[in-house]
């Protein structure tokens, strides 16, 4: 019978999860073979050591649980009249032997986590966040023509306070900001929108607070990057002594021409 089996494990916190999706195509026509008929989902879920771990295991079809195993009681118990059949053929399979090795395999996951989070501290591990900032277009019914972003990434662990700051004050109007968003890997990301009207007087910065940190950074928002800046000043210079220079020749060659 073809399937297609994808599992995820999840290693944050204190739960690890597998999550394994089937699909049966002798079950569906051939016009929805991409549709799942079977649901899988497991937890490894931890307890005070790693034997305590309990391995759970639900089967769903069309969102209706029908099997589930629990490590604790060591079988399988069906919730339809199917459900109950397969679970009296599974509990007599070789199905069981295979759950007491994932449980094996859970164990041996919950003692590799207490020992990175319990024994080396992985609690107090931090990862910096990155941090850009970029101008867009404000929303169609925004009273601003712009919209400012400050766009925080891959950080850890995933509080953080990200605030603007106008002409080094707080702005509390006119911003939206996401949540901490998973980025993978254990690390996160979070956008925050300022609607904005360019100026040339306001100065604007985004403020990060983040226990990576040994004290808030601001970052500020140069509307016209330095280097730009500086090479437009360069050339209305250049241009200025240009057109003194040739201003100074003209009138020195009249000055010097007979009969002038």
């Known amino acids: 019978m073809p399937r297609l089996q994808v599992s995820l494990f999840n290693y944050c916190g204190s739960r ?3 999550i ?5 195509t002798s079950c569906i026509d051939r016009h929805h073979l991409s549709l799942p008929v079977f649901f899988r989902a497991g937890e490894c879920i931890n307890g005070m050591s790693s034997d305590d771990a309990l391995l759970t295991e639900k089967i769903y079809y069309n969102k209706m649980l029908y099997l589930q195993y629990n490590s604790s009681g060591g079988k399988i118990i069906g919730y339809t009249k199917t459900g109950r059949a397969i679970a009296d053929i599974l509990n007599r399979d070789v199905f069981l032997k295979d759950q007491k090795k994932h449980l094996q395999h859970c164990k041996r996951w919950i003692t590799l986590y207490h020992y990175f989070v319990v024994t080396c501290g992985f609690h107090n591990f931090a990862v910096e966040p990155k941090v850009r900032l970029r101008l867009t277009k404000a929303p169609a019914d925004s009273e601003h023509p712009a919209t400012l972003v400050c766009s925080v990434y891959n950080f850890y ?9 106008k002409n080094g004050e707080k702005v509390t109007s006119e911003v939206t900001s996401t ?4 980025s993978g890997n254990w690390l996160y990301q979070r956008h925050s929108y300022l609607e904005y009207t360019p100026t040339h007087w306001d100065k604007i910065s985004c403020m990060v607070e983040h226990p990576s940190l040994e004290k808030a950074r601001i970052y500020d928002w140069e509307a016209m990057p330095e280097f ?3 090479k437009i000043i360069l050339g209305t210079l250049g241009l200025i ?3 003194v220079s040739s201003s100074a020749g003209l009138i020195y060659y009249r000055s010097n021409v007979p009969g002038k």
Do not use: C, Q
């Open 16 to 18: 690890f999860a597998f």
């Open 20 to 24: 394994s999706v089937l699909f049966l």
């Open 228 to 230: 730009v800046r500086n």
């Open 241 to 243: 002594v240009g057109v």
């Open 157 to 165: 662990p995933k509080d953080i306070l990200v605030t603007w700051l």
């Open 179 to 182: 949540e901490s968003l998973p």
